[in-house]
């Protein structure tokens, strides 16, 4: 990508942004002394852009660079294509490993002093003095933070949640209730927007991106998985999601850092989208939330039927209730009513249903299982007894 595109769509990501949250006065607000600020602002954006545009081109660098000083130094260099040596592979996977392992008992054994707030932490992680130690600490305190309750103390917890493959589990989590708490995600991002253009230098690069994400996920259906029906090639829903994936490729590219191709069967692109929450294919030595079930067709035409079990992992369901309890007070029971950003970011697929059974909701200060939603009424179940009889259910307006 040319700076001249990455600036492009800072400033267009920042237009949909400010539109969005009707934050389009304080876009165009002019402080007192404009030209200068105008400058410095002018000049950020343009670092950002151009420093955007190095990063995919510095691997070929190093490569032409290398290539350039052998041959001047007299060597013939060819070009040979040639898979990685199972024995490397097999070692690189021990040492990060490894790494992982360490991490979360370091992240394990860090005491948290209360004085060691939020606050604290992100000026701990933005200080260039900091220790590894302090590091670790402070971001301990931000993802208590994340999901209350839970304190990260146990090492194999840690590793599982916050270190493997470097906190996939985390983000998926974040992400899957982001995506089914829409309202509270857009009220973070709006307060998040409003922070950075308030500012007298806007750093459009710092603008938040969870709402647009989270939205993509939600727009796409793929929470309508995570009830454990079965998918295939073949199966509709599958091929809804290839095709409203095909039209927002560009969107996911984006804000998912996936590329979604043509030649991409439904199953391929569905559990590429389901990665993103943090949920792997099932294999012989890992197990993953994406089971494949069976293989059904006749010759040439066999596929396989895959199914999302979230009971797969404790430590996850144990983050998926924390942050859906602190998502549930920070929204309200209408978790899709959001508006897109623009047509370019999103298309007008189809709203995920509210009727997702199990999730972790607040109300009038208690903690209670959503059963489902009827209009304006949300129908609860005890957390400690979800499967109670529909007459025993609560009615929370």
Not at 99 to 121: G, L, N, R, S
Not at 196 to 202: F, H, M, Q
Not at 215 to 228: N, P
Request: proline share 4%; hydrophobic share 40%; aromatic share 6%.
């Amino acid at each position: 990508m040319s700076p001249r595109r990455a600036k492009q769509r800072y400033q267009n990501y920042a237009k949909q942004m400010a539109g969005a949250f009707g934050l389009d006065e304080l876009l165009n607000a002019a402080p007192e002394d404009a030209e200068r600020i105008a400058q410095i602002e002018t000049a950020v954006i343009d670092f950002h852009a151009t420093q955007r545009a190095v990063q995919g081109a510095q691997k070929a660098i190093a490569y032409e660079y290398l290539l350039r000083r052998l041959e001047k130094a007299g060597h013939r260099v060819s070009e040979v294509k040639c898979s990685l040596e199972k024995s490397t592979s097999e070692l690189w996977k021990e040492i990060q490993e490894s790494i992982w392992q360490d991490d979360a008992a370091a992240i394990a054994t860090a005491t948290i002093e209360p004085q060691h707030d939020e606050k604290w932490a992100f000026k701990t992680l933005s200080s260039n003095d900091s220790s590894r130690a302090k590091r670790l600490k402070a971001q301990k305190v931000l993802w208590q933070a994340e999901f209350p309750g839970v304190t990260f103390d146990d090492p194999e917890e840690c590793y599982e949640a916050l270190c493997l493959d470097y906190g996939a589990m985390r983000r998926g989590v974040l992400l899957q209730v982001q995506a089914e708490n829409l309202g509270a995600t857009r009220q973070a991002d709006m307060d998040r927007a409003q922070a950075v253009l308030t500012a007298d230098v806007k750093a459009l690069h710092r603008l938040p991106k969870k709402l647009a994400r989270a939205t993509l996920i939600a727009k796409l259906q793929v929470l309508e998985l995570l009830d454990g029906k079965e998918y295939c090639n073949h199966a509709k829903l599958a091929q809804t999601i290839k095709a409203a994936a095909l039209a927002n490729a560009g969107a996911i590219r984006e804000f998912l850092g996936l590329t979604i191709r043509k030649d991409q069967t439904p199953s391929e692109i569905v559990n590429k989208l389901l990665r993103k929450l943090g949920l792997e294919i099932d294999r012989g030595d890992r197990e993953g939330a994406v089971k494949r079930l069976r293989r059904e067709g006749g010759r040439g035409e066999q596929r396989w039927i895959y199914s999302v079990d979230l009971a797969y992992s404790p430590t996850r369901q144990k983050l998926l209730e924390a942050a859906q309890l602190k998502a549930s007070e920070a929204g309200s029971h209408d978790f899709f009513n959001t508006k897109t950003l623009t047509r370019e970011i999103m298309t007008t697929a189809p709203e995920p249903p509210v009727n997702r059974w199990g999730r972790a909701v607040n109300w009038k200060g208690e903690s209670f299982r959503l059963r489902r939603v009827e209009g304006e009424i949300a129908y609860l179940a005890p957390m400690d007894c979800p499967d109670v009889p529909e007459s025993a259910l609560l009615e929370a307006p």
